[in-house]
């Protein structure tokens, strides 16, 4: 058998391992960045692998045959992830988000979840934990999923129309399996359910209206529906301004069929805008990536499946945590080294790219990791 060549320019093998500083620094719970953000949200991505090959994710033909995912030593096993779990949340994550890649594709899940759902915050709260998923077998895998202690789902769903969901996640799934799977996740007791709808213009915004109405219709309206706009993550995907969808257009084709009502944030760092009907019909989300940053409240890390710490969606570079838990650093050496990283984080990459005119494509999209691999 011939060897596997990993190209060199292959981010996922650039990530300097952190220093562990002379003197320890304890987890107090109170991290900041230099610009004074908490650290709160961990996203975990759990395999680079997906069954789908949505366009503006995981394009076929840079993610064909040919590719080379992380081989199976690369990954961190449950423990390794549970171990460095356990240092971030006593650095102050109260929420985890399993992502991928598409996460139910990794073996087992049940037993990750088992183990995360078991630690606690300094305050001893139960954390909040999430799963986002691209529904394809929910249906088979909710009911587990939840007796493994799993609290609610965030399922991606672009479209109603058959032929535009087919042709979009290109490998010609059907909308009615990944119904199912809301379905199934709603009678397993898993929620909120959220729904994530990537906005396209010119590919799926005729879709919107179907959506929000399904959506208002069904659940008794308890599902929240968040309309993301799309955005420049990786250097696969060849995003261009002119396909992104402002938020801003998506309400006015809202609130033109239905009044909307804004409500206030749940959380400090929350991503999405909230809306409600005000005929009481639920609740929608928008999510701005593009033409509004949140970058100032971002208090979000993403562990890439290797074990990389990624400090922003759109970093260029990771650091190697995996490194250090397979090199016998101790529990104290680690949390003194995240400590480090997370002290030392200015990243606001929607914020600068917010400042370039309008015509400019993504910035230094040479050089950033795939959304696949850090998850969303
Ligand atoms: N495979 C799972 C799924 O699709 O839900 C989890 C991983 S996916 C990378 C996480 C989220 O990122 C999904 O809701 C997906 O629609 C979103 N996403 C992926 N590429 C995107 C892009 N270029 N712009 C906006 N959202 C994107
Ligand atoms: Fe897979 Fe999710 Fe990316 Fe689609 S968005 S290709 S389902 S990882
Ligand atoms: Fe956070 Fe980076 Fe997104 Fe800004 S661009 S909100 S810093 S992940």
């Given at each position: 058998m011939g060897e596997t060549i990993i190209p060199l320019a292959d981010l996922r093998y650039a990530a300097p391992v952190p220093v562990i500083p002379a003197q320890a620094i304890p987890a107090t719970g109170l991290l900041a960045d230099r610009l004074g953000r908490p650290l709160r949200d961990l996203r975990i991505s759990v395999t680079d692998r997906c069954n789908f090959r949505c366009s503006y994710c995981m394009p076929k033909e840079v993610f064909d045959r040919d590719y080379v995912f992380l081989p199976q030593t690369s990954l961190l096993s449950f423990e390794e992830?549970?171990?460095?779990?356990?240092?971030?949340v006593a650095h102050g994550v109260q929420k985890i988000r399993l992502t991928g890649g598409e996460p139910l594709l990794r073996k087992?899940?049940?037993?990750?979840?088992?183990?995360?759902?078991?630690?606690?915050?300094?305050?001893?709260?139960?954390l909040d934990i999430t799963l986002t998923t691209n529904g394809s077998v929910l249906a088979r895998k909710a009911a587990s999923l939840r007796a493994a202690g799993l609290q609610r789902v965030t399922v991606s769903l672009d479209g109603l129309d058959d032929a535009v969901f087919r042709r979009m996640n290109d490998v010609d799934f059907p909308v009615a399996d990944v119904l199912a799977g809301i379905e199934a996740a709603h009678a397993a007791g898993l929620g909120p359910i959220k729904v994530n709808m990537v906005v396209q213009r010119g590919v799926n915004a005729q879709?919107?209206?179907?959506?929000?109405?399904?959506?208002?219709?069904h659940f008794d309206g308890r599902i929240v529906l968040r309309f993301i706009e799309y955005m420049d993550v990786g250097a696969s995907n060849g995003w261009r301004m002119d396909q992104v969808l402002p938020s801003a257009e998506v309400l006015a084709l809202l609130q033109a069929e239905w009044p909307l009502l804004q409500l206030d944030p749940t959380a400090?760092?929350?991503t999405?805008?909230?809306w409600r009907y005000a005929d009481g019909r639920g609740e929608i989300g928008l999510i701005s990536s593009v033409t509004r940053a949140f970058c100032q409240d971002c208090n979000r890390a993403r562990l890439s499946t290797e074990g990389k710490l990624f400090l922003c969606l759109f970093a260029s570079r990771g650091h190697d945590l995996r490194s250090l838990l397979r090199g016998g650093a101790s529990d104290a050496d680690i949390t003194s080294a995240l400590a480090g990283v997370w002290g030392a984080r200015d990243d606001r990459y929607s914020e600068l790219r917010a400042a370039l005119p309008a015509a400019a494509g993504p910035a230094g999209a040479e050089r950033r990791v795939e959304m696949h691999y850090i998850g969303g």
């Open positions: 992830i549970t171990r460095l779990a356990r240092i971030f087992g899940l049940e037993s990750l979840i088992g183990l995360l759902a078991g630690l606690r915050t300094p305050d001893g709260d139960a879709e919107i209206l179907p959506m929000a109405r399904y959506f208002r219709d400090a760092g929350e999405a805008e909230r």
